[in-house]
């Protein structure tokens, strides 16, 4: 195995910038390879910036092996080891460039550098003529990009220091802005730099921690819609994907999370926004108190994604759709034996209701394997809130489930349109959000 010249594991708070590479016909082969396999590429554009841009020297800590697997590599923490840049996953790289559709000669606006490896996509994608400006808060971060980018032989890309949270006034109007943080709503700044006719494109933490990166395009202006952020227009989806992102950071529009020990000894943990009301001392051990199960009929093929089920249900719950945290060892001892694998959860109170999944006796017309969901409950109240887990799943798989969902962006401050069948109205600390499946 050839090894690029990092210095092996970064520690806390530290980010690696050498960038001695490998044989370049090495890494071009793993980069093929890597691509080839690669589902969420759909357009040649996108194939091409991925096939030419070496994402090796953009982790110059990760080994050849590693810069070229469908894998995030992680490039800084803090100090509890908990991640706070990384270069992101390839599938969900090329997932996020078609839904940003950046063109030729665009101007584009990336918020959060990290490694700088994105900026390089889009560099490509937007050639000579065009021009990227990514914003990143740490100066390390900053030096690291630039470092990466003038190794690549990227010239067209500028990386500055800031908050991303107010954009970067001084180059606006946009044809393209993209977030490569999470966010938990849409500050003011991003929707005041976008260009008529552009596309805003926002991994967006929506209810719990479930998650969706939404692609936003600004339509005619209407009563209920002026200011929305600021900006004239309603601020609708043209198509939205699950993916979940290091949150973004900063006083402005940071999405600060916590963490709600469930045991005693906290080897399975709930986290949850900052902000979002928990009782946390009541759940404290609550996964010792008696075990209530429902099963609920609704079944799934081994392959298919239940990503709008979780949605609805995020959106249907009160506490939203938390995803915990455990070790393999609590399956079959503190958590059933088969917790679905986003080990998606709500709570009440004391209550906790967390999905688990069991292979059904039923199978599909060809003789396939199905999974059902089922509901697990512990805690005071839990029946009651395991019944109303049920009754969501159920609702949605009878009357909403294989359709998708559409989301508008409104100001907190405007009249928002009343929930009712296949629609919810979300809020965040910046912005009022719609999902509408109807």
């Known amino acids: 195995m050839i090894v690029s010249g990092g210095r092996g594991p970064i520690a806390s708070g530290v980010m690696n910038h050498d960038t001695l590479a490998p044989p370049a016909a090495s890494a071009a082969v793993l980069r093929d390879a890597l691509v080839d396999q690669l589902t969420t590429v759909r357009t040649p554009a996108v194939e091409a910036a991925m096939r030419a841009v070496p994402r090796h020297l953009f982790v110059p800590g990760a080994s050849l092996a590693d810069a070229y697997i469908n894998a995030p590599v992680h490039i800084k923490h803090q100090a509890d080891g908990t991640s706070i840049s990384c270069a992101s996953q390839p599938s969900v790289v090329a997932q996020m460039l078609e839904q940003l559709q950046a063109r030729p000669a665009d101007r584009v606006l990336e918020l959060g550098a990290g490694s700088g490896y994105n900026a390089a996509l889009l560099a490509t994608l937007v050639g000579d003529d065009g021009h990227v400006t990514t914003v990143e808060m740490d100066g390390d971060l900053v030096t690291g990009a630039r470092a990466h980018l003038a190794a690549a032989g990227i010239r067209n890309v500028e990386v500055v220091p800031g908050d991303g949270a107010f954009g970067h006034a001084s180059g606006a109007p946009y044809d393209r802005i993209v977030a490569t943080v999470g966010a938990h709503g849409v500050p003011r700044a991003w929707l005041d730099q976008l260009a008529p006719g552009g596309r805003l494109l926002v991994p967006l933490r929506l209810a719990g921690s479930v998650c969706r990166s939404v692609a936003f395009e600004r339509s005619e202006r209407s009563e209920q819609s002026e200011g929305a952020g600021g900006a004239e227009g309603r ?184 929930p009712g069948p296949g629609r919810f109205v979300l809020d965040t600390p910046l912005n009022r959000m719609v999902v509408d499946w109807s």
């Open 235 to 418: 601020w609708r989806s043209v198509g939205s994907a699950m993916n979940t992102f290091v949150p973004l950071r900063g006083e402005t529009a940071g999405d600060p999370r916590r963490v709600v020990p469930l045991t005693a000894d906290g080897s399975v943990r709930l986290p949850v926004g900052a902000g979002q009301p928990v009782d946390a001392e009541a759940l404290s051990d609550v996964l010792a108190a008696p075990r209530t199960v429902a099963w609920t009929g609704v079944c799934y093929r081994a392959m298919e994604s239940p990503e709008w089920m979780e949605l609805w249900l995020a959106c249907a719950l009160p506490s939203g759709l938390n995803r915990m945290l455990f070790p393999l060892a609590a399956k079959g001892g503190l958590l059933a034996d088969d917790p679905y694998p986003s080990s998606s959860a709500a709570f009440d109170g004391g209550a906790l209701a967390y999905l688990a999944r069991r292979l059904s006796e039923r199978t599909t017309e060809d003789g396939g394997k199905l999974w059902e969901f089922g509901v697990v409950g512990h805690g005071p109240g839990a029946e009651s809130l395991v019944d109303r887990v049920v009754e969501a799943m159920r609702a949605w798989d009878r009357d909403w489930r294989g359709r998708e969902a559409g989301f508008e962006l409104l100001p907190l401050d405007a009249a928002a349109p009343e």
